[in-house]
């Protein structure tokens, strides 16, 4: 077993990638352009962390103002009826074939369940894309602690932008989102 540093940071293991994601791009790769457009609730760590390219790391002691410093996107508890969301641009217009949903160090505050729901916009405001006609390509589906969720998708339409629910609330270190590109983003 390999020995830790106090305080330096943990990484990630990476995903064991199943076939139909190693044939992929990760479309919402921000190298490609892909951009978090706005959450719910980002009040522990910041949307755009999600789609960050690299590991999720894990820093011991390290806090910001809202508390302890997360490397991914984390909501707080909800103390209202819903659940949280995020819009994400992807890159480049693709077809999907899954997801990596990856609550790596999220032990006890990973969201339960994750849909995803997409939809082509040549917008990228949240008032446009909140109106806009959306088609659940993942149904929800259960999430557990600190591991890679490498779920598959259906989906034969190509997509610009993504909506990511959470129920109820909790954080996702990474979103990989793997496709065949059909086209570029103006």
Known sequence: ?????PGAPVFAPPADLPDWALRSVDLANPRLGARALFASDDFFADVARMLDPEP???V??????????????????????GHDWALVRLGVKGVIRGFD????????????????EATVSDADDVET????????ILPATALGPDSHHLL????D???????????PDGGIARLRVYGRPVGTLA
């Open 1 to 5: 077993m390999a020995s830790h540093t």
């Open 56 to 58: 999720a790391q894990f």
């Open 60 to 81: 011991p002691g390290r806090f910001d103002t809202n508390g302890k410093w997360m490397d991914g996107w984390e909501s707080r508890r909800k103390r209202t009826a």
């Open 101 to 116: 949903v990856d609550t790596s160090h999220f032990t006890g505050n990973y969201p339960p369940a994750v849909s995803i």
């Open 129 to 136: 894309l909140t109106a806009a006609a959306w088609t659940e």
């Open 152 to 155: 598959e998708c259906a989906s």
């Open 157 to 167: 339409a190509a997509w610009t932008h993504l909506r990511v629910n959470i129920f």
